[in-house]
């Protein structure tokens, strides 16, 4: 027991919840050793697909990796019963049975609109929905979390019910909470069964007067019996109904429902990292697949810290929302060479190979797709938009992921068909936790490639290599468990 209590505090923190909680699994590991053995789950992960000359990069790992997420969310829940108070009066007491009684009263109507059970807030314990409570996190921002704290005490004298998900009764299901890492900033998504919130004006004024630095107060309505957090509907209480904050010297708003990386200071790194690797010359035209809000499409258009940029930037993603942010986005910072468009990643990339097919002389001309930045999701890219890109056959693949077993099935379908890796750069994204965000450099092959011919032989090759590939990442300590989003 001595020698565990020893590893826990190699750091010089401790979580009394560790064990309960579940949601950092490698707190008990030393920093050092973490960022260790995701250099080496990534070197086996993808060494049956790298070549002498790929060049592996070490890790980039955090100086303080603590108090690094500036998005923290919470479900509220009831927890044990409270036990009525002993009424007062009686023998000894001046009015005796008179005052008992006007106190029996008093207690009857007080005791119909009180909260009959505690009120719970922190983390889902790991593969279940019971909340395991905690007054502090050491990966969560610290006033987003003393945020979080201020709203449960607040509830009882506001008579605001916790959610009881079986029974899809009470009010109040989620806060969510988000601090700008440059503009300290910050904006509170209210999650509500019911869209009447009596005492709302009077709440917010509580809960800006505890947490003075609040900017931005919003009411999320969510009537839906689902696991999701956020509903569709919102009602502005208190501020402008979003936060600013600058990354890669670039402005950003963020609303409720935008899709912003959770650490902010290490996303400057990977954006970075990217755009480096993506050796950008001023002169390039860039796909930013799957680009959500734009964030690394306008780094790309911009440039960061002395870097190339590129010429143009084409971001497409399907949600339409992310679109009007991201066209908001590039508004807002002055960036006039980039624009972005509502469809489906695939559906785009084939749309734009078959107009690529169609030109006179596309062998003599080449691809006028020069790099494509893609961030898919946690299940990667499809198969449709792995065909167009290899049609397409820009010069420089640049596929960032946060799920890198995805990654490696996807990376073997370009190498299968002529592609060559040509780095490979981890990034922590979010220490402690299992989780690692990996980018991978992929080269135009250098020999002519007909994809027609390959088709055919698609699913044997390609599905026999993504078999390899999940062998070897369940081999690894890190099979992206974490229960913590980023977004």
Request: proline share 4%.
């Amino acid at each position: 027991m001595q020698a565990v209590e020893q590893q826990r505090c190699a750091d010089g923190q401790w979580c009394p919840v560790e064990d309960r909680c579940g949601a950092c699994q490698l707190l008990s590991i030393p920093y050092a050793r973490q960022l260790a053995d995701k250099q080496a789950a990534m070197a086996e992960l993808f060494g049956g697909l790298a070549g002498d000359s790929v060049v592996m990069h070490p890790i980039a790992g955090m100086d303080e990796p603590f108090y690094y997420r500036n998005k923290v969310a919470s479900p509220y829940a009831p927890g044990r019963r409270i036990k009525p108070k002993a009424l007062g009066g009686g023998k000894g007491t001046k009015g005796g049975k008179e005052a008992k009684g006007e106190k029996r009263a008093a207690m009857t109507r007080a005791e119909k609109h009180a909260l009959t059970h505690e009120i719970l807030c922190g983390m889902y314990a790991a593969g279940t929905h019971r909340i395991v409570p905690t007054d502090s996190c050491l990966i969560e921002n610290r006033i987003a979390k003393r945020i979080i704290l201020a709203i449960r005490d607040l509830m009882p004298a506001y008579r605001i019910e916790p959610y009881r998900e079986d029974a899809n009764t009470g009010f109040l299901r989620h806060a969510v909470v988000r601090v700008g890492h440059t503009s300290g900033e910050v904006l509170v998504t209210l999650v509500t069964n019911g869209r009447q919130f009596p005492g709302s004006k009077s709440l917010v004024r509580d809960l800006v007067k505890r947490c003075p630095e609040i900017t931005s107060i919003v009411q999320n309505i969510n009537t839906r019996q689902t696991n999701v957090i956020l509903g569709t509907d919102e009602i502005r209480l208190y501020g402008p109904g979003f936060i600013l904050d600058e990354l890669c010297g670039l402005s950003f708003r963020i609303s409720s429902q935008s899709f912003y990386q959770v650490n902010s200071s290490q996303t400057e790194v990977l954006y970075r990292r990217a755009i480096e690797l993506a050796q950008l010359t001023g002169s390039e035209t860039v796909i930013d697949a799957y680009c959500g809000t734009g964030t690394i499409g306008l780094v790309a258009a911009r440039g960061i810290g002395g870097t190339g940029h590129a010429a143009r930037v084409i971001g497409v993603d399907e949600t339409a929302a992310a679109i009007r942010d991201a066209r908001a986005n590039a508004k807002h910072n002055g960036i006039d060479n980039a624009e972005f468009i509502a469809d489906d990643a695939g559906a785009f990339m084939r749309s734009l190979a078959a107009v690529e097919a169609g030109r006179d002389c596309p062998a003599e001309s080449g691809s006028s797709i020069d790099v494509v930045l893609m961030d898919p999701p946690r299940s990667g890219a499809t198969d449709d938009f792995l065909g167009a890109l290899v049609e397409l056959a820009p010069k420089r693949v640049v596929y960032i992921s946060c799920n890198p077993a995805t990654q490696a099935r996807d990376v073997a379908y370009l190498v299968d068909r002529g592609y060559a890796i040509e780095a490979i750069q981890p990034v922590d994204m979010f220490p402690h936790t299992e989780h690692v965000e990996n980018i991978v450099v992929c080269m135009q092959p250098c020999v002519e490639y007909s994809y027609i011919h390959e088709l055919c032989e698609r699913r044997s090759n390609g599905r026999r290599q993504q078999r390899g590939v999940r062998s070897a990442w369940r081999r690894t300590d890190f099979v992206g468990r974490s229960r913590r989003s980023d977004g």
